[in-house]
């Protein structure tokens, strides 16, 4: 299939699916469909990435900090003042479009964390697809812990539009990747077995989907209800689960009646504030650090005192190892055992390894080789 002919290959497909009536007759046509549409656009994707190996002029950002937190949005919703309200960063405002134009950096230092926060370009409709600088914004969310979708209070339905460019580059929100598992086998055919039984889609469906990507045997195991968007999602393996926080802007330049009015209109859970008047901007930082579930470590050198007014900032799930790889890059190599105190061991001074999951408020000593 050459290169050239991949998008009107798309076009074709999605003509099709638009000419077709959704009913239980042809959700396994329109669920196909859907399936070559993600692989074509997955070649497209891997012909787009061959050739854009250019300068990135400010979008390499490299991570620092407890966790990253990006902000996209369409151009002048008022993510620099955001930016700026939070962290004290002098990111260009203006009442104009495209006043960002790089990637700028700020830092929120909040309730002993440092979040590194990043003020994008703002993106416009077809971004995915390579419009303006889209493509680069986009790819800088995929390394984010949180993507702020702001937008303008007058303009609530360009939400989607956010939603659907990230989609398209393989970012998916507020949800988890699939809980399935597919094994490539050599005989047999595809055997599928339902710990949950499957109601968002057919066993035929999904068995022809994994022929579309050259399944022919295979072991599949259902552990919850899924649909053939996610089975895609699954199969291509190259997608990103991110939270995200909705930030409605702008609310001073409106009456409550037309607040509430706006408010029914948003799919995802949102904060309304005014980056300019101040408003509900404490809120905002306190609703950031706890969507990141931060947890406190207590670090206390072997022989020594339990170091209670430093905590190191981890990320809830973190294990022993986290915090070698935190501490210092040769400190996993130099690990010997860790002793731990807290809620995560049965006793105090209890042994632990790399992989033992670490809980609030433990205290930690790690004891390296000789």
Do not use: W
């Given at each position: 299939m050459s290169a050239l002919g991949i998008p009107e290959k798309?076009?074709?497909?999605?003509?099709?699916i638009l000419r077709t009536q959704l009913n239980k007759a042809t959700e396994h046509h329109i669920g196909l469909l859907k399936a070559k549409i993600a692989k074509l656009k997955r070649e497209q994707e891997a012909v787009q990435t061959k050739k854009s190996a250019?300068?990135?002029?400010?979008?390499?950002?490299?991570?620092?900090?407890?966790?990253?937190?990006?902000?996209?949005?369409?151009?002048?919703?008022?993510?620099?003042?955001?930016l700026n309200k939070l962290t004290g960063s002098k990111s260009s405002v203006g009442a104009f479009q495209f006043t960002t134009v790089t990637?700028?950096?700020?830092?929120?230092?909040?309730?002993?964390?440092?979040?590194?926060?990043?003020?994008?370009?703002?993106?416009?409709?077809?971004?995915?697809?390579?419009?303006?600088?889209g493509r680069r914004i986009l790819a800088v969310a995929r390394s984010a812990d949180i993507v702020l979708l702001v937008l303008d209070v007058f303009q609530p339905y360009h939400e989607d539009v956010l939603i659907n460019e990230l989609a398209n580059v393989g970012i998916r929100l507020n949800t988890k990747p699939p809980n399935i598992v597919i094994e490539k086998s050599t005989t047999g055919g595809?055997?599928?077995?339902?710990?949950?039984?499957?109601?968002?889609?057919?066993i035929k469906l999904l068995k022809?989907?994994?022929?579309?990507?050259?399944?022919?045997?295979?072991?599949?195991?259902?552990?919850?209800?899924?649909?053939?968007?996610?089975?895609v999602d699954f199969i291509t393996g190259n997608k990103t689960y991110a939270k995200a926080i909705t930030i409605l802007n702008k609310i001073?330049?409106?009456?409550?009646?037309?607040?509430?009015?706006?408010?029914?209109?948003?799919?995802?859970?949102?904060?309304?504030?005014?980056?300019?008047?101040?408003?509900?901007?404490?809120?905002?930082?306190?609703?950031?650090?706890?969507?990141?579930?931060?947890i406190r470590i207590y670090l206390r050198p072997k022989g020594g005192e339990t170091d209670y007014k430093e905590p190191?900032?981890?990320?809830?799930?973190?294990?022993?190892?986290?915090?070698?790889n935190k501490l210092h890059r040769r400190l996993r190599s130099e690990f010997r055992y860790g002793l731990a105190w807290g809620k995560s061991v049965k006793f105090g001074g209890q042994r632990v390894g790399l992989n033992h999951i670490l809980q609030d408020e433990d205290v930690l000593t790690i004891i390296k080789r000789r």
């Open positions: 798309i076009k074709a497909i999605q003509d099709e250019k300068k990135s002029d400010g979008f390499d950002v490299k991570r620092t900090g407890d966790a990253t937190v990006v902000f996209i949005g369409l151009p002048s919703v008022g993510k620099s003042t955001l990637v700028v950096p700020g830092v929120l230092d909040y309730r002993g964390a440092r979040i590194q926060m990043l003020d994008l370009p703002g993106i416009i409709k077809g971004a995915s697809s390579g419009k303006g600088l595809i055997a599928v077995a339902q710990q949950v039984k499957l109601k968002k889609m057919s022809d989907i994994l022929n579309v990507y050259g399944y022919t045997s295979a072991r599949v195991v259902i552990r919850e209800d899924i649909d053939s968007d996610q089975l001073d330049l409106v009456d409550e009646k037309f607040l509430k009015r706006v408010t029914k209109k948003l799919k995802t859970d949102f904060i309304s504030v005014s980056a300019d008047a101040d408003v509900n901007i404490d809120k905002l930082r306190d609703r950031i650090y706890d969507e990141l579930h931060f190191l900032i981890i990320r809830d799930g973190s294990t022993v190892l986290d915090v070698c």
